[in-house]
């Protein structure tokens, strides 16, 4: 079957970096995205990789091992507004997107 | 970059009532649609996979004759709630796939459903 892991939630410091991990197994591989979703809004697109390595986008990276089957997110000098949900999605052989449950991210003073 | 609206953004409707939510691809043409919906403080679910011109791909589980699903033109996609019940209240959300790759979803702002 497939299955995408990632810790329910997490709690960091403003002005902390935290990492949100994800490992995934399924039927083909055709990249990881990573998005956030705030509470009552839809999900909005934050990272795509397709080749193993960091990917560095401002605040945000995301890394990938294919041969681990693991990603994560790394966030760094978080802000009060960072607080959201973090979902880890892969794309399969079909070029459906299988979706982690998400982890809430909650950012404290 | 690519937008993609949804109408209504939220609706209350009574027990039995139909309601319709249309999602549109505004500047980028969209072979492919798929409808999620998320209950509170859960991930999305995938209903249904749209192409356009055909039937909709329904996810196991979810009924096609209660979930219309209608892809009649390369920026529209429809979902229709049929005789809905307060269970189908959720957060529906849909996402459109720019037909020139398949490399990323792009989602709509999400419609509300709430059924008394």
């Known amino acids: 079957g497939q299955n995408i892991d990632q810790p329910t939630e997490m709690t960091a410091t403003e002005g902390a970096i935290v990492q949100i991990n994800c490992t995934y197994q399924t039927s083909g591989f055709n990249g990881l995205f990573w998005y956030q979703q705030h509470a009552g809004e839809a999900p909005t697109f934050l990272s795509y990789?397709?080749l193993d390595g960091l990917e560095e986008k401002g605040r945000f990276s995301s890394f990938l091992s294919r041969s681990k089957g693991y990603s994560y997110l790394l966030l760094k000098e978080l802000q009060m507004k960072d607080s959201a949900s973090y979902l880890c999605a892969v794309s399969d052989s079909n070029y459906q997107l299988i979706w982690g449950a998400g982890t809430k991210l909650i950012i404290k003073p | 970059g690519a937008v993609v609206s949804q109408h209504p953004s939220w609706v209350i409707c009574k027990s039995g009532t139909s309601v319709k939510i249309e999602c549109r691809s505004l500047d980028f043409q969209a072979t492919t649609m798929f409808w999620y919906r998320q209950f509170p403080k859960q991930s999305l679910m995938l209903m249904a996979t749209?192409?356009?011109?055909?039937?909709?791909?329904?996810e196991q589980g979810v009924e096609k004759d209660k979930f219309l699903i209608n892809h009649a033109s390369l920026t529209l996609s429809t979902l229709t709630v049929t005789s809905a019940h307060p269970e189908d209240s959720s957060f529906y959300i849909c996402?459109?796939?720019?037909?020139?790759?398949?490399?990323?979803?792009?989602f709509g702002p999400g419609t509300r459903l709430t059924v008394t």
């Open positions: 990789n397709v």
């Open positions: 996402s459109a796939r720019d037909s020139r790759d398949y490399y990323e979803q792009y």
């Open positions: 749209s192409n356009e011109g055909s039937k909709a791909t329904y």
